[in-house]
C-alpha cells in the first residue's frame, strides 16, 4: 500500500505552480491532468479554489446543489474556525428533559458538581452560524432516513441530535429502539429515522459487538466494508466517525484473508497506513453504493481526549480530572498522535470528487479539557479498590458530557446541512 504523503494529490501540484511565471507550465500541467483523469475542467478549477490549508467541505467541488441545502455558506468562510464565547442561555436542552442521554454520558445525574461547561457556543471567526431549528430539521427529514456510523463518539453526537430534535415531537410520536448494533430514534409523524450503528472501524474488525468489544489486540479486516455496508445502503445522510480505535500504538493488525481461516494472514502496518486504507475503502463504498444526486454523506475528523495534563502544561501526573476551565492557548493543539491522521484525511479527501461534507471538529473540541464525563458516569463494570482509592485512574477523558460540546458539533452540522 502506498502511503498518502509518498503520492500528493494533483491539487497540491497545482498550488506549487502558482507563481505567474509558471503560468504555461500551470496551464500545460491542468490540460495533461484533465485528459489523463478524464476530469472536467469546471471541477478542476473549483479545486483551486479550495483554501490550500483547508479541506472544509468538499461539497464546494461540485457546483451542483447539494440534497436538503437551503443555502449558501458565508463565501470565505470556515465555521470551523473560531472561538468559545461564555453563552447564559446555553444549555440548549437540559439533561433531565433528554431520557436518551446513556448513564455513561449522563455527568450531572452521577454527581457533576459544576455546570459550566455546559453554558459556551461555539462562534465562528467571521460569520455568524444558523440557530438550530428543529423543527425545519425534521421537516427535511419526513420519509428519510439519517444514519450515524462509527464508535462511540459518532453515537454521542446521535444522541445530541436526538435530544435537540425531540422536545419538539409529542410523547405519543417518537421512540428509540436498541437492537444489535443499532439505536433507532423514530418521529413517527414525520416518519422520519435518525440510527446509529456501531463499526469503530468502518471495516469489519474483531471489536465490531456492539456490546463486548474491549478488545486489545485489535484486527481489522482489509478492504471489508460490505458487512457493515449493506446495513447503511439507502440511507439518505450518513454520517461517518472513525478514529479512536486505531489508536493502538504505531502499528496495526490488519486482518488479510477472512476472520474464519484456520490460519490467519495478518500483517502489521503503520496505523496511518492502515487508517488509510479504511478511509480508501469507505470513498470506495460510497461511489458504488450511493447515489449521490440524492444522499448526503459526512465524515467527523477526530475527538480529542484530554489523558495527559502535561499536554497542556498542568500536573504531571494529572488527567482531565478535575478541569472546569477550558484551554485558552488558541494554538493549542495536545499530543501529536493526530496530526499524520489529520493529513492522511486531508489528502485523501481532496484527492475525491466524492462530495463528503467534512465536519472539522477536532480543533475546536481541542480546548475543552473541561467536558468530559470524567468520574461523574455509571461503569460498565464494578471499580477495584484502585480505582476507588485514585479517582483520576478511571477518569474517562474520552467522552463528552451531555448537553454540552457535542451540541455544538450539531449546531455545525446543521449549519453544513442546510448551508454548505
Ligand atoms: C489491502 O488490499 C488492497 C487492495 O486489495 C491491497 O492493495 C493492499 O496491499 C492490501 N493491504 C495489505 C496490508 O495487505
Ligand atoms: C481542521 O481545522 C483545523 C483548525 O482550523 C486546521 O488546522 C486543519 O487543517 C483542518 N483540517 C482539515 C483536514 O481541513
Ligand atoms: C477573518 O477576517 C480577518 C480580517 O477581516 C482576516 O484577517 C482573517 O484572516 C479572517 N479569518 C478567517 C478564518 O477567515
Ligand atoms: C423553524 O423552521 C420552521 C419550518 O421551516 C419555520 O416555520 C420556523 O419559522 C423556524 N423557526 C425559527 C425560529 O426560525
Ligand atoms: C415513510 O418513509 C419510508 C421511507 O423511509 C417510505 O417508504 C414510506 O412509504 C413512508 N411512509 C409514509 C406513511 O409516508
Ligand atoms: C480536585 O479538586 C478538589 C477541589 O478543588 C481538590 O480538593 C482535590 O484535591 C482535587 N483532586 C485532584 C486529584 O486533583
Redesign the pocket.
Known amino acids: 500500500m502506498k502511503s498518502p504523503s509518498s503520492s500528493p494529490p494533483p491539487s497540491s501540484v497545482f498550488r506549487k505552480a502558482r507563481p505567474p511565471r509558471r503560468l504555461f507550465t500551470f496551464l500545460a500541467l491542468i490540460f495533461f491532468v484533465t485528459i489523463l483523469y478524464g476530469r472536467d475542467m469546471s471541477c478542476i478549477f473549483s479545486q483551486l479554489d479550495l483554501n490550500p490549508k483547508q479541506t472544509d467541505s468538499i461539497t464546494k467541488k461540485g457546483r451542483e446543489k447539494l440534497p436538503f441545502s437551503i443555502g449558501e455558506a458565508e463565501r470565505g468562510c470556515d465555521i470551523f474556525s473560531g472561538r468559545w464565547v461564555r453563552d447564559e442561555t446555553r444549555p440548549l436542552y437540559e439533561e433531565d428533559d433528554c431520557p436518551y442521554i446513556p448513564a455513561q454520558l449522563a455527568c450531572q445525574k452521577y454527581g457533576r458538581p459544576d455546570k459550566d461547561y455546559q453554558r459556551w457556543r461555539w462562534q465562528p471567526h467571521n460569520c455568524s452560524i444558523p440557530s438550530f431549528n428543529a423543527t425545519l430539521m425534521l421537516e427535511s427529514l419526513?420519509?428519510?432516513?439519517m444514519m450515524f456510523v462509527g464508535d462511540s463518539l459518532n453515537r454521542g453526537q446521535f444522541i445530541s441530535l436526538v435530544c435537540l430534535l425531540h422536545k419538539v415531537i409529542p410523547e405519543h410520536a417518537k421512540s428509540m429502539v436498541l437492537k444489535d448494533s443499532k439505536r433507532t430514534f423514530i418521529a413517527k409523524e414525520y416518519?422520519?429515522?435518525i440510527e446509529y450503528y456501531w463499526a469503530p472501524f468502518l471495516l469489519e474488525s474483531n471489536s465490531d459487538n456492539a456490546i463486548v468489544h474491549r478488545v486489545t489486540d485489535r484486527i481489522v479486516r482489509n478492504g471489508s466494508i460490505d458487512k457493515h455496508g449493506q446495513r447503511w445502503k439507502g440511507a439518505?445522510i450518513i454520517v461517518f466517525n472513525t478514529y479512536l480505535w486505531w489508536m493502538a500504538g504505531e502499528k496495526f493488525k490488519i486482518l488479510r484473508g477472512s476472520f474464519d481461516d484456520k490460519i490467519k494472514d495478518i500483517v502489521k502496518v503503520p496505523t496511518v497506513e492502515a487508517y488509510s486504507m479504511a478511509i480508501r475503502t469507505m470513498l470506495r463504498w460510497i461511489e458504488q453504493n450511493v447515489d449521490l444526486k440524492k444522499t448526503r454523506v459526512f465524515f467527523s475528523s477526530m475527538s480529542p481526549s484530554h489523558e495527559k495534563s502535561k499536554d497542556w502544561g498542568g500536573d504531571p501526573n494529572g488527567n482531565c480530572y478535575n478541569e472546569t476551565k477550558m484551554i485558552e492557548d488558541p494554538t493549542y493543539w495536545g499530543s501529536n498522535t493526530w496530526k499524520n491522521i489529520m493529513q492522511a484525511i486531508g489528502e485523501l479527501f481532496s484527492e475525491t470528487n466524492i462530495p463528503i461534507t467534512f465536519l472539522n471538529i477536532t480543533q475546536l473540541s481541542n480546548y475543552r479539557k473541561d467536558a468530559h464525563t470524567t468520574i461523574y458516569k455509571k461503569q460498565w463494570a464494578p471499580l477495584t479498590p484502585e480505582q476507588i482509592a485514585n479517582p483520576i485512574s478511571y477518569a474517562d477523558c474520552v467522552h463528552w458530557c451531555l448537553p454540552g460540546v457535542q451540541d455544538n458539533w450539531n449546531e455545525l452540522f446543521f449549519a453544513k446541512f442546510f448551508y454548505p
Do not use: Q
Request: aromatic share 0%; charged share 40%; glycine share 12%.
Open positions: 419526513r420519509g428519510k432516513t416518519n422520519a429515522t439518505d
